[in-house]
């Protein structure tokens, strides 16, 4: 009978060829119809390290470093094999309490038990250096080299800005950046970034189940080397920067200066200001927490490029050059003054005592209210227009084509327009087309709504030396090469009045410093040219501004100086600016009183304050 | 006596080639699964892979030993082995070691021996010298009860020391039984109810009772004599219906909570891969990355950096898989398939009734752990712990498969002598 049951043989025989016929269709299946199991190895097994190359350094124009990098430490977990340590001890090195070390655990932990986390970003190279020898008794903790911006002198830190984590949105938008990576958040760090970020480099490693590195992957086929960010080589001159800030020291203002030859950026200060190392590593943002909520002194607020200042007097610059172009203002053209300008209804412009008639060089050294406001209404009330608001539209684009009221594009982020007001402004204000002249009579004299930064005002000064053109001004003078040029701002750019209407200007604003307004401030071995400005504002005390250049001829340097709330023009600012001058074109300054005295001043503190000083003595302006 | 001295020409070349290639690969396997750089030398006595090698040295001697004793010493004494580890896998109950959960090792020096891995082997020679007396009639009640009381007794105490996977190896004798003369419908349930479980864990058991009551209908109906395929339709709804039903009791209330859980992740209703689909899913992860050609020996990156759990035991078809690709997995699989069959195939050519069925035996234990550990790997089947023969480290595994295989060997070669 069993004999006979020989055929089952072939039964059972059909049940092993069946499940080995299932097995072969799942093999086709798992290992070549589908791809999920490839690529979920490679996860597995590859970690992408990320090779973080050195910023650019940035240089000042003479060559000395400004802005480097130090080496820092990212202090790195992995949880999983962070088992038996002190503790007490660690939390010692990286100054944290223990409450801090169990809820960073349990973040990193959660990341992944598995995989780095970061645990103490940006740890300083002293720092480390405590850490680094202990580091061995702590498994599961390792350290990923970084680099640290680092800056050899305080200053400058608006112009420089900074550098902070990229945040999702610009990760979500540019494929270059990836979660912890660093960015230039504003200053050259943000408007130079994609030069000085350089190329980041990776490498491809192999790791076993536990995250242990188990060596490269395939000798190193993949990985590609970081290259470090292109150097850069600012126009700033680290002295005169350095010198200013020092000046502006207890006041709020700014100074701006440009070499108006190329447009260069010789010193930009905004004041008050904060040092740059507090915006560096881990003690950013709580450093970034205290300066945003200084409100009272706004140190993270950018006044060379973002206030706006009415320009009072040094406006009549404007006034005497659009007035010429427009012809209805001669070198020759002389108004009298009756001690000031009457605007109707019993009001009026009022000016101080000077001898009286005067000529246009008269009037600019004398700062006349009178004459300026009657240039500005013959400019718009030019029978050559059919109306005010044509007249005024005119006299506007005129404006503008010194830079004022718009952005003049210079390579550092956060500049504002300053304001010039539109017709429609005006329409707004007192009704389509109901404004005259005499509405806006303010703007002859460099009050009322017009808004113009200190950038802007440096840059009037420059285009005056020039007689006519400036260089956009610019912070970053070569990219590279020390000796290259920043292929952005090599382009001349024109106002709409002739080169021709700007000596007689210029000799107004030498005698401005010989003889009228900013006598006080005349340095005998510089022959320059300034004008001084008093502001009228809303907020206080008149802002005390000067803008000036040196020399006459052969303009080595061109300057702003805006202190607010501190009285004439003649008072604070003139000095300042002259000190700078001298600074920069003699190397040292020989006035030490004078230099004492406007360093020392505090003017914002509501200590002493200086404020008595010369009155009576500087001429009104 | 005169026929002894031909022995070795008398083997079969076919099935000691395919024992020799499947365990010099498996070899290579566990050495490229427990591979690191500071360990380079394969003969390395303080790693698995210089472990492994002395056990096939030893397991050689026992094949050559095999070879030269009197075939009948394994018929005469089957009763005796099989008492005797009987025997140790109660006293392994006791005086064991507890490995993973299981108590199932005895400690000898440095190593452990497993009693279930000779228990198997064991059996099977109790099985066929039970059913091998000629007048041994399987329909017959009482034989039916000795033989499967053969086959449970010691899965009963292997289940005792916790090795379910050892224990459930035991269901493969069915395969014997069913050559001896079994009805094909136990078979055929066997393979009928494991499909009905995974159903009814997967569809609606309602749904499941309404299909098997429309072909339990549908048999009646067609059936010529329905008087006598009334009791049979309902005989099968009724124990159907009752299987899809103990199935989900069984799962829910009876089966421990990973065996749960490993029955879920089977079922796609756990995708929980950093906890019980974890080794299922790197596993496929592993063989998945080898492609067709694979990566290389020693290439594999899963396996060699411990991401498959017990690769080097119960998941070492994953090395295969990995390092060697489709190509490679192929191979394997074919080189098992053939050993299986030319078991069968020669089992049949035997005059013995003994030496029959025991080859049917050996044929089914080699197909059950294939069939359960590569299902495994593949995630076909549920993570069950047991070893591929020749390929799974551990000496207990290889010596228990070799001496399994050999007296088959030398049952086949005397087999015009023995009767």
Not at chain 1, 501 to 508: A, K, L, M, T
Not at chain 2, 310 to 322: H, K, Y
Request: net charge positive.
């Amino acid at each position: 009978m069993e004999r006979a049951l020989a055929y089952r043989r072939l039964i059972i025989i059909g049940i092993f060829l069946a499940v080995g016929l299932i097995f072969t269709a799942r093999l086709i299946y798992v290992q070549i119809l589908v791809d999920k199991y490839i690529l979920s190895a490679n996860n597995n097994v590859l970690r992408y390290i990320t090779q973080y190359p050195a910023r650019g350094l940035i240089f000042d124009r003479n060559g000395k470093l400004l802005v480097y990098n130090e080496a820092a430490y990212d202090l790195m977990v992995i949880p999983r094999q962070a088992k038996n340590i002190d503790t007490a001890e660690l939390c010692r090195l990286i100054g944290i309490d223990k409450d801090e070390f169990t809820r960073r655990m349990i973040k990193a932990r959660n990341y992944s038990p598995y995989r780095q986390s970061i645990f103490e970003a940006q740890i300083t190279r002293e720092n480390y250096g405590f850490l680094e020898e202990k580091l061995f008794r702590f498994p599961g903790f390792f350290v990923q080299s970084r680099t640290l911006r680092k800056y050899t002198y305080s200053i400058a830190a608006h112009t420089f800005g900074y550098i902070g984590e990229a945040s999702p949105d610009i990760i979500e938008g540019d494929s270059y950046y990836r979660s912890g990576d660093y960015i230039g958040v504003n200053g050259i760090e943000k408007s130079y970034e994609s030069l000085l970020r350089g190329e980041k480099g990776m490498k491809v490693r192999v790791v076993d189940v536990l995250n242990r590195d188990k060596g490269s992957f395939q000798e190193g086929r993949y990985d590609t080397l970081a290259y470090a960010g292109t150097n850069l080589y600012s126009s700033l001159d680290e002295d005169l920067q350095e010198y200013g800030e020092k000046l502006m020291a207890n006041k709020k203002g700014s100074i701006v200066a440009i070499e108006p030859s190329t447009g260069e950026i010789l010193c930009m200060i905004t004041s008050p200001t904060y040092d740059p190392n507090l915006l560096v590593g881990n003690i950013r943002k709580k450093n970034y927490r205290n300066l945003v909520l200084d409100t009272v002194y706004q140190p993270l607020f950018n006044r060379a490029l973002m206030a706006m200042y009415p320009p009072g007097s040094t406006f009549k610059l404007v006034d005497a050059l659009v007035g010429q172009q427009e012809g209805v203002l001669f070198p020759t053209t002389t108004y009298s003054c009756p001690g000031g300008f009457s605007i109707g209804n019993g009001k009026m412009v009022g000016c101080h005592s000077h001898p009286s008639p005067l000529n246009l060089i008269g009037a600019i050294q004398i700062s006349c209210n009178t004459y300026f406001c009657r240039v500005f209404r013959s400019i718009i009330d030019n029978s050559s227009y059919t109306s005010t608001r044509q007249a005024y539209e005119h006299w506007r684009k005129e404006v503008m084509s010194f830079g004022l009221g718009r952005k003049l594009g210079l390579d550092v982020t956060g500049e504002l327009n300053g304001n010039i007001p539109s017709p429609a402004y005006y329409d707004k204000y007192h009704g389509k087309d109901r404004w005259r002249s005499m509405t806006i009579i303010s703007l002859g004299i460099g009050q009322g709504e017009i808004g113009i930064t200190p950038l802007q005002l440096a840059n009037l000064a420059a285009t005056i030396s020039n007689r006519g053109w400036y260089h956009i001004p610019h912070i970053i003078r070569a990219i590279g090469k020390k000796d290259s040029i920043n292929p952005g701002f090599t382009e001349k750019k024109f106002t709409d009045v002739n080169p021709a209407y700007f000596d007689i200007v210029v000799e107004g604003m030498a005698d401005v410093v010989s003889e009228g307004t900013a006598r006080a401030s005349k340095i005998d071995s510089i022959d320059f040219c300034g004008k001084t400005g008093t502001a009228q504002n809303p907020h206080g005390k008149n802002h005390s501004i000067f803008i000036a250049f040196a020399p006459k001829l052969n303009t080595k340097i061109a300057i702003s100086v805006v202190v607010e709330n501190a009285g004439f023009g003649a008072a604070w600012a003139a000095p300042i600016a002259s000190l700078m001058l001298e600074k920069y074109l003699k190397r040292k300054v020989s006035r030490k009183d004078l230099e004492e005295r406007m360093m020392n001043a505090d003017l914002i503190h509501g200590i002493n304050t200086g404020n008595e000083i010369g009155k009576g003595h500087f001429l009104p302006d | 006596m005169k026929s002894e001295k031909g022995i070795f020409y008398r083997i079969d070349l076919v099935l000691v080639s395919l024992y020799v290639a499947l365990v010099l690969m498996g070899w290579l396997n566990i050495y490229a699964a427990v591979y690191n750089d500071s360990h380079q030398a394969i003969t390395d006595l303080h790693q698995k892979y210089g472990k492994q090698m002395v056990f096939i040295l030893a397991s050689l001697l026992l094949a050559i030993s095999i070879l030269i004793i009197d075939p009948k010493f394994f018929s005469q004494f089957a009763y005796f082995i099989y008492g005797f580890f009987l025997l140790m896998s109660v006293v392994v109950i006791f005086a064991g070691r507890e490995i993973a959960g299981s108590k199932s090792w005895f400690a000898i020096g440095g190593f452990g021996i497993q009693p279930a891995e000779f228990a198997k082997m064991a059996t099977a020679l109790a099985l066929a010298k039970f059913l091998g007396y000629l007048d041994r009639n399987i329909k017959h009640p009482r034989t039916l009860v000795i033989a499967v009381s053969i086959i449970i007794l010691p899965a009963l105490l292997i289940l005792l020391e916790h090795d379910t996977g050892s224990a459930l190896v035991f269901f493969c004798f069915v395969l014997v039984l069913y050559r001896a003369g079994l009805s094909g419908y136990v078979l055929l349930a066997l393979l009928v109810i494991p499909v009905l479980g995974v159903l009814a864990l997967i569809i609606n058991k309602y749904i499941l009772v309404a299909v098997l009551f429309t072909i339990s209908g549908f048999i009646y109906l067609r059936s010529r004599r329905r008087a006598r395929t009334l009791m049979i339709a309902l005989a099968i709804f009724l124990a159907s219906s009752g299987l899809v039903f103990s199935v989900h009791f069984a799962v829910n209330h009876v089966l421990e909570p990973h065996q749960r859980q490993r029955i879920n992740v089977l079922l796609g209703n756990n995708t929980d891969l950093k906890g019980a689909g974890y080794n299922v899913n790197q596993s496929l992860i592993a063989i998945g990355s080898g492609r067709f050609w694979g990566k290389g020996f020693l290439q594999g990156t899963q396996t060699k950096y411990n991401f498959v759990p017990e690769q080097s035991t119960d998941f070492i078809f994953c090395t295969v898989g990995e390092e060697h690709g489709f190509i490679g997995s192929f191979i394997v699989i074919a080189l098992f398939l053939g050993l299986m069959i030319r078991i069968v195939m020669n089992a049949d050519r035997q005059r013995s009734k003994f030496s029959r069925l025991y080859g049917y035996g050996v044929a089914s234990l080699f197909f059950i752990h294939f069939g359960i550990n590569i299902g495994m790997a593949l995630g076909i089947l549920p993570v069950i712990g047991i070893p591929l023969p020749f390929f799974s480290y551990g000496g207990s595994s290889l010596w228990a498969f070799t001496i399994l295989l050999f007296i088959f060997i030398r049952q086949d070669a005397m087999r015009n002598e023995l009767v």
